[in-house]
């Protein structure tokens, strides 16, 4: 059991700058979200909670299929 110990003490003191890290990156990724659009963030967080609160509406996670999107996928894939 021991050594279960161990491994999972080495893994978590791994985990712990990279946790502090990614922190970080998404402090300033909001930061800036929020510097550029402070209106379409709260506008984001609006939607999100209230289809938290309402799963019928529509999934913020899920963007809509869009004609744009596919012609998009089509001009990439050579020979589609």
């Known amino acids: ?15 712990i700058p990279e946790a502090i890290r990614t922190s970080k990156d998404f402090i300033n990724f ?31 996670y899920r963007i809509p299929a869009s004609h744009e999107c596919k012609q998009l996928y089509i001009s990439i894939i050579p020979g589609y």
């Open 1 to 15: 059991m021991q050594i279960i110990g161990n491994l999972l003490l080495k893994r978590m003191l791994r985990a």
């Open 30 to 60: 909001d930061r800036c979200l929020r510097e550029e659009d402070e209106a379409l963030v709260i506008q984001w967080e609006t939607e999100l909670s209230a289809w938290m609160q309402d799963k019928s509406l529509p999934d913020p």
